[in-house]
């Protein structure tokens, strides 16, 4: 685990969080940044003090024995968590308890220079995606320019991209319309978490080829 992290979520989002706001994609990164990061830990811990305040404040009046019995059998139909998605990294539980409905990896790694992909888990409600990400190290990912924001976590490993050199725990965020093609450390292997507020395009021959096979699928679905 690394020591802190360098680039962290912003205040707004970390209150988002600690008010049971934001999608899951959402809650997924920043479960996997705090994981990394005692500074948002205790920041964390900061935001919701006056909730806990609150709860302070009421009586300390005995719970009815029908709600204790209530709030146990809740307790015990809660999903377990779901088993680690895939072999090489393990996912912080405060990840996987975000991703209780998420499915079999399907891993995709179309023209991506060694690198896998796979989707775990789409918010019908936001329409964000959360992907896993897989790269070997000392590779280049293709230029790519983002219709949505990006936001990552580097799970474990590292990566360039342009001015920045992110490592394990850091929170990046891509803002909409940028593009860029990150490079990442040598001799070890890239593990990220990636949430999308919509799919990304390649540029140069492989956005020619994503256009053609988008062309082709909606061809194909009529
Ligand atoms: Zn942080």
């Known amino acids: 685990m690394a020591a802190g992290a360098k680039y962290h979520p912003s205040q707004e989002l ?47 009046a005995p719970l009815p024995p029908a709600l204790l ?13 779901p088993p680690q998605p895939a072999d090489g990294i393990d996912l912080p539980p405060g990840v996987l308890a975000e991703l209780v409905s998420m499915k079999p990896l399907r891993w995709r790694s179309p023209a991506l220079r060694g690198s896998r992909i796979a989707t775990l888990f789409h918010d019908d409600h936001s329409g964000a995606v959360l992907h896993l990400g897989w790269m070997p190290g000392g590779r280049v990912f293709p230029p790519h320019r983002h219709a949505g924001a990006e936001e990552v976590v580097v799970l474990a490993g590292g990566y360039t991209d342009g001015p920045k050199h992110v490592e394990t725990g ?31 395009r390649f540029t140069g021959w492989r956005g020619w080829l994503q256009r053609a096979a988008l062309l082709f699928s909606s061809i194909t679905r009529r």
């Open 170 to 200: 850091d929170w990046v965020v891509t803002e909409p319309g940028a593009s860029h093609s990150p490079t990442t450390d040598p001799g070890e292997d890239c593990w990220i978490l990636t949430r999308l507020d919509a799919p990304i």
């Open 14 to 60: 970390l209150l988002e969080f600690a008010t049971g706001g934001g999608d899951r994609p959402r809650r997924a990164l920043i479960e996997a940044h705090l994981a990394h990061c005692a500074d948002c830990r205790s920041d964390l811990g900061r935001v919701a003090r006056p909730g806990g305040a609150l709860l302070a404040a009421v009586d300390d």
């Open 69 to 81: 019995d209530r709030i146990v059998q809740r307790i015990d139909s809660m999903p377990a968590l």
